[in-house]
């Protein structure tokens, strides 16, 4: 598909711990880990296996931040963190406010070349 930037883009929905391939860029809001414990875990391995350049959004806590930056040095990648405020609108059956505010970290990983 051609974007109104001109650019190649390929929207996947896929299975992230059976997928395989070799992109660019991955961009993704993966499941934060709160209901299934671990989640955005497996989707950071995957893009990292398949792109030199990730940008991912998740929950912003400390402890996930250094379980984050430390994968990502494992992997070969440097990473930049920004945070931001998000207002989230019940979607799942377990969403009990109207609106929930929480942070976030939008991350920028790029792969270390020697």
Do not use: C
Request: hydrophobic share 40%; glycine share 4%; charged share 25%.
């Amino acid at each position: 598909m051609k974007s109104e930037l001109n650019l190649d883009i390929e929207l996947l929905n896929a299975d992230v711990t059976q997928f395989h391939g070799r992109f660019n860029t991955v961009i993704q809001n993966p499941p934060f880990g709160v209901v299934n414990r671990g989640i955005d875990i497996k989707f950071l391995q995957t893009a990292f296996s398949v792109a030199d350049t990730v940008y991912s959004i998740h929950k912003s806590n400390e402890r996930s931040r250094e379980i984050i930056i430390k994968m990502a040095k494992e992997y070969g990648f440097s990473a930049e963190i920004l945070s931001e405020k998000y207002k989230l609108k019940p979607y799942y059956p377990w969403h009990m406010k109207r609106v929930h505010e929480f942070l976030v970290d939008i991350y920028f990983f790029s792969k270390v070349t020697r």
